[in-house]
Every structure is written in structure tokens, then in C-alpha cells.
């Protein structure tokens, strides 16, 4: 029941759905791998504010890019009989591991504003606290909202239903 309310059952609740993470991932996890990165002040957050939107759109198509690699990665995992909860949190794993890959690259090329070999130099140091921060604050923020979002929709499209029928 689980799988059928909380998660997206078209290709529009999908994209509603991404909208939901993305935002809520990009506008956490960004200023706060630049925090850690450059030291937490207001000017560090107000400098990370004017490149998310860039960041966003990378976010989105990363997301898109590694969607079918993660979803087979997951399935190498999880079984058939293991409940809403782990396979979920296992997606996620393999989701942000996949992404963070990508992104702590990509991501510090739009922060910084400049194609560099930086990043490939220190992935090593800086990968692991990414894809941590990324995985925390996926878990336990931007999924469980955009779940919420998709259970709330559904039960009112089913309620909707419910009455014209």
C-alpha cells in the first residue's frame, strides 16, 4: 500500500515529485557543503544563493542521468519481500551515491564558477562528506516531504474519485 500512496504513480506526480526533492536538497545541501567548504558566514550563504539555480538544473539532470542506473543498482539489493522502508532507504543510498559522484565535481565547477582539475584532485577528501550530507539530509527531509506531498495528492485524487463514482 505503501508503494501505491507514496510514491509517484504517473509521469507527472514523477516530475512533481523531483520538483519536491530537488528544491529542498539543493537549497539544504548546497550552502551547507559551501559552508563547510569556505566557513559558515552570511556572505558564504548569500554567495552559494546566487549560483543555486545553475546547481538546480544540474541537479535535475544528474538526477535524470542516473535514475535507471540507481533503480538497477537497487534491485541488485533489495528482494522481492523486504518492506516499503528499507527498499526506499536502500534507493536513496544508491541514489546519492551515484549522484554525489557526479556532483562534487559538477557542483564545485558551478560554485566556483570555473572548469578545473580541483575537484577531480580532492574527490577523494570531499566525496565522503558530500554524499553523507546528501544522504542525511535526503533520508531524513527532501523524501519524506515529497512522500508526504505524493500520499496527500493521492488521497485526494482517490477521494475526488471516491465521490464521482
Known amino acids: 500500500m505503501d508503494f501505491y500512496m507514496k510514491l509517484p ?9 523531483m520538483a519536491v526533492i530537488s528544491i529542498i536538497s539543493v537549497n539544504i545541501i548546497a550552502p551547507l557543503i559551501t559552508c563547510f567548504e569556505l566557513g559558515f558566514n552570511l556572505h558564504v550563504w548569500a554567495d552559494t544563493l546566487s549560483v543555486i539555480p545553475m546547481i538546480w538544473i544540474a541537479v535535475v539532470a544528474v538526477v535524470l542521468i542516473t ?3 540507481a533503480e538497477w543498482l537497487t ?3 533489495v528482494k522481492e519481500q523486504d518492506s516499503f522502508g528499507s527498499r526506499v532507504t536502500i534507493n536513496i543510498l544508491c541514489t546519492v551515491f551515484l ?3 557526479l556532483l562534487t565535481v559538477v ?3 558551478i560554485g566556483t564558477r570555473q572548469i578545473s582539475i580541483e575537484p577531480i584532485r580532492f574527490f577523494f577528501y570531499k566525496w565522503p562528506r558530500n554524499a553523507a550530507i546528501s544522504f542525511v539530509v535526503e533520508a531524513c527531509i ?11 495528492l493521492h488521497q485526494r485524487n482517490d477521494a475526488k474519485s471516491m465521490e464521482t463514482a
Open 75 to 77: 534491485s541488485r539489493i
Open 142 to 152: 527532501a523524501q519524506p516531504i515529497a512522500r508526504l506531498v505524493m500520499l496527500k
Open 67 to 69: 535514475y535507471k542506473p
Open 107 to 109: 557542483g564545485t565547477w
Open 9 to 17: 504513480r504517473s509521469k507527472k506526480e514523477f516530475a512533481l515529485f
Open 99 to 101: 549522484i554525489s559522484i
